[in-house]
């Protein structure tokens, strides 16, 4: 599995991720993603390298973000933790290199075993809260 900053030509892909895991606001214009995201992407047989993964990175100082961790649903259980944690450990490289002293980001409820997964490499649930989406 590689991750990479995500390219523009990978926007509609990433549009197509974040639908599948939960991220859907309709007209929403993916074609310009660099340099906002990480990708995940391995390699298949059948057709090369596939993005199957993608996570915002928000470069912001005194605290970073990373958000709408979006996977391929066709993922094994094994195939999603690799990505996981392949996608947030770059991001955490990343924010750290920016300055960031710390990194946040909303799990939705749904996504458990992401949280856990962040808990093991030392994340603190902070609390719950809204999230919000205002067209601009």
Do not use: C
């Not at 993922?75 to 944690?85: C, D, G, S």
């Amino acid at each position: 599995m590689k991750i990479r900053l995500a390219q523009n030509e990978d926007g509609p892909r990433i549009g197509e991720l974040a639908r599948a895991s939960g991220f859907g606001v309709e007209g929403i214009d993916w074609s310009q993603v660099h340099p906002f995201w990480l990708v995940a992407e391995r390699e298949t047989p059948t057709r090369g390298e596939s993005v199957i993964g993608a996570i915002q990175i928000i470069l912001a100082k005194p605290i970073g973000w990373l958000e709408m961790l979006s996977l391929d649903p066709d993922l094994t259980h094994r195939e999603q933790a690799m990505a996981v944690k392949a996608l947030v450990l770059r991001g955490k490289l990343s924010l750290r290199v920016f300055g960031a002293q710390i990194v946040m980001g909303v799990v939705p409820s749904e996504m458990a075993g992401y949280m856990r997964i962040l808990e093991k490499r030392g994340a603190v649930d902070t609390g719950s809260g809204h999230t919000f989406a205002i067209r601009v």
